[in-house]
Each structure stands twice: as structure tokens, then as C-alpha cells.
């Protein structure tokens, strides 16, 4: 018979090799270097009424720079009438990505507006069989964030191990059915658009393994005191906000060669979705983000550093 004294050692000697085992970083992008290593993408998005500017025309029209000590992506605030969208910017990693851990430090998002439709995210090649996942994404005046896996075929997952409030919409991680991906919806108002805001962000944190990805939003007066030293430790957070496990998926398969992506896009997924009280406004979507520039100010990201952290043994 084996002693309980023995299991507790050997779980206890378990969790702190799990613990102590660590991610050295492997990339920084902030104020130093941030569109050294993202590029912009022009033209539109996913049906959306945003038109996406080069570099050129983002540096010259004030839509994306440093400001505050801060990398700052905005959307044009003061165009009336606009026919072919609103001018808006969309980055990408210039470098591809698979598993590891990723750190977003965020103190501003854009904020909740009819048509708006931001996102911070994550695409493999050869949509969707590389993957996406959807970290940071809402639309029109919703209080907290949607994080959704894309697939092609054959990935299903459950939620085990989310936070309390996470809700499965749909396990079938797949892009070609109804609901499009796996989305999981969260009650927590702080991570997302006004709510994100009004807390002066905080940092959001996926780890991407074989078996699982998880998300973590953490509000700028709870960041973890071993991210902030740079030496994250995932096992001594607790829930994570949402936790996608692999059952009917292979992972390796499924989601490989991510850039990493912000943009703000209009209307699109917004558009869709237009609400009684968008609707008081403006008969359609389009119609009201060509007219009205000023609904806009807020939308904006304020990133102080993206971090990519990786470990020998996140794979497993």
C-alpha cells in the first residue's frame, strides 16, 4: 500500500517543478521598436466598412504613433460623409508564432460604440486550417469580451478549468459551420471596451500549448507581480478567464504560424449585430459610421509592450 504521506510528497514535488519550470522571453515589441516589427496591412477586413491606410497615410494622418510613452493605433474621428469607409488602422507581425506565451500589456482599447468592431488576435496560414484565435473581440456597445478559436475541420474542445461566468457557446472549433468557431463569453465588464478603460487596462495573457489555450485578463491594479518581473508563472494564477482543452483536435495540427494582429474594424461581425439602440440612431450600420466621425474619439488602442515568451517544455 502506498502511503498518503508519499502521494502528497510526489504531488507536491510535481507542482513545483511546474511551478518553478520557466519561460524565458523571446521577443519584446514596445515604443522602441513596435512598427519595426508589425506592418501595416491596407485595404478592407471581413465585410467591415473600415478602410485599412498604409504607414504612409497612418503617420500622416496621426492614426497610428507613439503617444504618451505609448504605442497608439486610432480610427479617424473627424472625416464626415465618408462613401468608402472610415479610415482605420490594421498591424501585423512581421514574424509567425506557434505555442508559447503571449503577453499583452494594454492601457487603453477602443471604446464601446455603435459600429465598432475591435479586435486583438492571432492567424495561422491558410485560413482557417493554420488557426485564429480571437483574444480581444467585440462589437457595438457590449460590455465584455467574446474569445473565440477558429478551425478548419475536425477540432472540437471543452472548457474545463474556465473561470466561473466563462460560458461554451459552441464546442465545434470549426469555421464552416453556423456558429463559425468556439467562442467562449465572460461576465467580467473590466476586459473589455468602457469597463477596460475605466480601469486603465491591464494585461492580457494567452498561453498557447498542445493541449490547451488559455487566456488571462489581469486589470492594471492586480497585474502579477512575477509578469511584472518578467518571469510569468501561469500555475500560480489561478482560473485563467477562458481555457479552450483539446478533446476531438489535435492542436499541433490545427494551430501553427500565428502573427499577431490588432485593428479596429466597422460594421462587418458590428453590423450584423445592430442593436435597438444603434438602430435608433442610424437605419444601418454604414449609414451611421459614415456620419458620424465623432462617435470615435475613443476608439483607440494604447499599448505599452507586446511580449512573447517561450519554454522548452510549453509544447508538451
Not at 88 to 102: A, E, H, P, Q, W
Amino acid at each position: 500500500m502506498v502511503r498518503l504521506s508519499t502521494l502528497v510528497s510526489a504531488a507536491t514535488l510535481a507542482l513545483s517543478k511546474t511551478v518553478t519550470a520557466k519561460y524565458a522571453l523571446f521577443k519584446t515589441y514596445d515604443t522602441t521598436n513596435f512598427f519595426d516589427g508589425f506592418e501595416f496591412r491596407n485595404g478592407t477586413g471581413s465585410g467591415g466598412f473600415a478602410q485599412y491606410v498604409d504607414a504612409a497615410t497612418a503617420e500622416a494622418k496621426s492614426l497610428a504613433g507613439i503617444r504618451d510613452g505609448k504605442v497608439y493605433l486610432g480610427v479617424d474621428n473627424t472625416t464626415e460623409n465618408t462613401t468608402g469607409g472610415r479610415q482605420s488602422v490594421r498591424v501585423i507581425t512581421k514574424d509567425v508564432f506557434t505555442n508559447g506565451l503571449y503577453i499583452a500589456d494594454i492601457a487603453h482599447m477602443p471604446g464601446n460604440a455603435c459600429g465598432i468592431w475591435p479586435a486583438y488576435w492571432t492567424s495561422g496560414p491558410d485560413w482557417p486550417n493554420g488557426g485564429e484565435i480571437d483574444i480581444i473581440e467585440g462589437v457595438n456597445m457590449q460590455k465584455t469580451p467574446i474569445i473565440t478559436l477558429h478551425s478548419g475541420k475536425n477540432c472540437t474542445v471543452t472548457n474545463t478549468g474556465s473561470a466561473a461566468g466563462s460560458v461554451l457557446v459552441d464546442p465545434d472549433c470549426d469555421s464552416s459551420t453556423s456558429s463559425g468557431g468556439c467562442s467562449q463569453t465572460s461576465t467580467n465588464t473590466q476586459a473589455y471596451g468602457d469597463g477596460f478603460n475605466a480601469v486603465d487596462g491591464g494585461v492580457y495573457v494567452t498561453q498557447w500549448l498542445r493541449s490547451d489555450i488559455s487566456v488571462w485578463f489581469f486589470p492594471r491594479s492586480s497585474i502579477p507581480a512575477d509578469i511584472t518581473k518578467g518571469a510569468p508563472a501561469p500555475p500560480t494564477w489561478g482560473k485563467p478567464l477562458t481555457r479552450f482543452v483539446a478533446s476531438g483536435c489535435d492542436f499541433a495540427t490545427h494551430f501553427k504560424s500565428n502573427d499577431i494582429i490588432f485593428n479596429t474594424n466597422l460594421c462587418g461581425w458590428a453590423g450584423s449585430e445592430w442593436p435597438s439602440e444603434c438602430k435608433a440612431k442610424a437605419a444601418t450600420c454604414k449609414e451611421y459610421v459614415a456620419q458620424n466621425p465623432s462617435a470615435y474619439w475613443d476608439a483607440y488602442w494604447l499599448i505599452n509592450s507586446v511580449k512573447v515568451y517561450q519554454w522548452s517544455n510549453a509544447a508538451k
